[in-house]
């Protein structure tokens, strides 16, 4: 749904998001004059803003002296941003044309590789003419010209995005970057070379910033034929926007790819377009209605499927259209892509969607528990014709709220009260907790999809809101239409990663996520590697992406490779079935293999209306972590793994319990505890109980009485655990102030105030539970 964080990705993702836009990750964080072993110390007066240039200076000509590798690329690259940072602009431009000209030289280089640093390129070229500073917007202008003119499309098109990041963004990367090593007496080469990289990209970027735009403009008008604000009528007598990027040289009638987005970022938008028309594609960005020319109220969801088909009616007969219509992008716009094939438009042929929204699905609720998270995101969208960044971005109001709320235990209904504004649109939606008519109407529902006959390309990741609702579409789309032609692709990805992969708009390569290490054949361009391939595949009859070898493609964590199955449950071969034991373990209880005929069962008790919890700290929350949140919870934990084991697939199990309440809302966490004490996280789960059985029919449960849920995970795995690691299953209650709370009277859960906590929640897990996990030999 969100362009901005998922819900079980917002801490990491904003803490990181500044980082993927504009750090290579294999690089750390540094400083100045060389000490023996390759390391550097300098003082905390050398790192303020005014002494920074001299400081980075010196340090880079101590690297320089240092800094030894056999690989030349690597070579190439610091040598020309050193060149950079110490004038030696000749000598830099000498090094980016060795270094552009190996990577092209290579056979199968990505187009990102090939456009990597062009840039600094032209930025180089411009500098080295030594002209005055008084000239130097008129000599990069020809720099530029000169160049981008031996680019093709495709590259051009890499190129503009990564001149156009704004210089904040590099600032944000610099200043990480001496912060991380302010009152060290000592940092390593890797954290010098970080420091060095970061000054330079900052500099060279504020130079040119301020020349880029009419460039960019100029290249484009040479390249393309643009119409923005074209209005579209619908039958109901609405309009749509439309923005429409045609390559200029190509053939008169071409196939054409819509995003249909409620995120009216025209520059955002462009960007796609653009690089959609470099590969020979009629590039159309609709926008829901109510956005930019359309004069009507905007409405998320309500209209999106039927208005995106009425669009792609009418772009199939525009005169530059072929009759043939994709749909591309992810979250929100993935939502509109199903939206749309519940109607089925003739044109449409093909859609390829990562970590998509599913309302009701996963948004703005998960297991039919809602995220505080998604109350601003109304806001957000619909205050005005484009977004509402500044209401949005108010975190400190969105935490007050959350946390006046928390504390004072009010109706999860009154958040609107609480904050003083109304939210007629988040209101709407606590009117359907259940999965009914009104969710059902949106994306396609049972039989629906019985009729959904054009190739489908999902991609997904397994943290933090990367799955987004792609488990849904895909078994759903499987179980109406068996003969489907739909593929997913799957790996270590997070919510916006999912989408685009772990390549930046600067061309650097991600390798980490929140503690873990990306796998090396996981690092790849979604954009590059998937979305253009897969069109070409469907409309050009070149052939399938390679990586698409079965139905459901997936990357093992800690394998360094992709396996590919014909379904989710042939991802695995055999189960590992843990039950729940009241023997104690080092931290918790066992989760035992065979079930104990003498076991009694465990108790969790949780106090609803207790807010001492409302001013503790995050606990863990990496994919790679040393600790883990375990309040409100249970621990179990497994005797150490007797060989390595992979886990593929979703788990699932059975919990026989009885409890004091009518309803609760679970959470369960999977974790490998390794033998260096570090937690790498298996997708979690989480469900309200009531609904676990069918999420548009509540089944309320008898107090004190014997009962039993079986349940399935919704976010799939691919990971390799290690001989003499442990499984650690976290077994909870959802309260936090972050998320709906459920005190348990079988009302409606918005209704519910701390007055109906009564007495503490207590739950006792019968021995006959047990857990199931997927894996494969």
Request: proline content about 6%; overall charge positive.
């Amino acid at each position: 749904m969100m362009r901005g964080p998922h819900p079980l990705s917002w801490p990491p993702l904003r803490r990181g998001i500044v980082k993927r836009l504009c750090v290579l990750a294999i690089l750390a964080i540094a400083a100045a004059t060389p000490l023996r072993g390759q390391t550097f110390v300098l003082g905390d007066s050398d790192l303020a803003d005014s002494s920074l240039p001299r400081t980075v200076t010196r340090l880079a000509h101590a690297v320089e002296t240092t800094f030894r590798t056999r690989n030349l690329d690597s070579a190439l690259d610091v040598r020309f941003r050193i060149a950079l940072v110490t004038g030696r602009y000749a000598e830099a431009a000498r090094a980016l044309f060795e270094l552009r000209q190996r990577r092209s030289a290579r056979p199968g280089t990505p187009v990102e590789r090939r456009a990597m640093d062009v840039q600094y390129a032209i930025y180089a070229a411009a500098k080295a003419t030594e002209a005055p500073p008084t000239q130097f917007g008129q000599v990069f202008a020809s720099a530029f010209r000169k160049m981008m003119l031996a680019l093709d499309d495709r590259q051009a098109a890499i190129v503009l995005r990564a001149i156009a990041v704004p210089p904040r963004y590099q600032k944000a990367d610099l200043d990480d970057a001496v912060a991380a090593i302010r009152g060290k007496r000592s940092s390593t080469l890797s954290e010098a070379l970080r420091v060095v990289r970061a000054f330079q990209s900052f500099q060279s970027y504020s130079e040119f910033a301020p020349f880029v735009a009419p460039l960019i403009a100029e290249d484009d008008e040479r390249r393309y034929i643009i119409e923005r604000n074209v209005p579209v009528r619908m039958s109901d007598g609405a309009t749509v926007c439309v923005m429409i990027v045609r390559p200029r040289r190509a053939p008169a009638r071409l196939p054409a790819l819509l995003e249909y987005t409620i995120y009216a970022d025209t520059a955002g938008t462009f960007r796609e377009s653009r690089r959609t028309a470099s590969n020979q594609y009629v590039a159309v960005t609709g926008f829901t209605r109510g956005k930019l020319c359309s004069p009507q109220n905007v409405v998320p969801y309500v209209y999106d499927g039927k208005d995106a088909a009425e669009a792609i009616d009418w772009i199939a007969k525009q005169p530059w259209s072929d009759g043939r219509v994709g749909m591309y992008s992810g979250s929100y716009e993935g939502f509109t892509q199903w939206a749309a094939v519940k109607h089925m438009p003739k044109a449409l042929r093909a859609i390829m969607a990562g970590a998509t929204n599913g309302p009701g699905i996963d948004t703005p609720m998960e297991g039919n528990i809602f995220w505080n998270f998604i109350y601003s995101w109304p806001f957000y969208t619909t205050d005005n014709k484009t977004l509402d960044d500044q209401t949005y971005g108010q975190r400190a109001r969105w935490e007050r709220l959350n946390q006046t709320w928390y504390v004072s235990g009010s109706a999860y209904r009154d958040l609107d009260k609480i904050d003083g504004v109304p939210n007629p649109i988040f209101d709407e939606w606590l009117r359907h907790p259940t999965y009914d008519a009104y969710w059902q109407a949106l994306i396609p529902y049972a039989e629906d999809f019985s009729r959904v006959n054009i190739p489908v390309l999902e991609t997904a990741g397994y943290y933090y809101g990367g799955p987004g609702a792609v488990f849904y579409y895909f078994t759903q789309h499987y179980k109406y239409n068996p003969r489907a032609e739909h593929y997913l692709v799957i790996g270590p990805y997070d919510h916006l990663q999912a989408q685009r992969g772990v390549v930046n708009a600067l061309g650097d390569t991600a390798t980490q996520l929140a503690g873990l290490t990306i796998d090396p054949v996981a690092r790849m361009s979604i954009i590059s590697d998937l979305r253009y391939a897969w069109f070409d595949y469907v409309f050009k009859g070149k052939a399938k992406p390679a990586l698409l070898a079965d139905k459901v493609n997936f990357e093992v964590v800690g394998s360094n490779v992709w396996r590919h199955a014909p379904s989710v449950s042939g991802m695995s071969n055999a189960q590992l079935r843990y039950y729940l034991s009241s023997r104690k373990s080092s931290v918790g209880y066992a989760l035992i293999s065979s079930r104990s005929a003498t076991d009694s069962g465990t108790t969790l008790v949780v106090n609803m209306a207790d807010r001492s919890d409302s001013t503790r700290a995050p606990i863990g929350g990496g994919v790679v972590d040393t600790v883990i949140d375990t309040s409100n919870a249970l621990v179990f934990v497994s005797d150490p793994l007797s060989r390595p084991t992979e886990v593929a697939g979703v788990f699932s199990g059975h919990l026989e319990f009885v409890v004091n309440k009518r309803d609760f809302d679970l959470r369960i966490g999977f974790f490998e505890e390794t033998a260096k004490n570090e937690y790498v996280q298996l997708p979690p789960f989480q469900a309200r109980a009531s609904l676990l059985m069918d999420q548009s029919r509540r089944q309320l449960s008898m107090p004190n009485e014997p009962q039993h849920l079986d349940f399935s995970s919704v976010r799939l795995i691919g990971q390799r655990l290690h001989k003499g690691s442990r499984l650690v299953m976290v077994l909870g209650i959802v309260k936090n102030n972050g998320q709906q709370i459920n005190y348990g009277t079988g009302k409606d859960v918005s209704d519910e105030t701390i007055a109906d906590a009564g007495e503490p929640l207590r739950i006792h897990w019968l021995p006959g539970s047990f857990v199931l996990l997927p894996i494969r030999h």
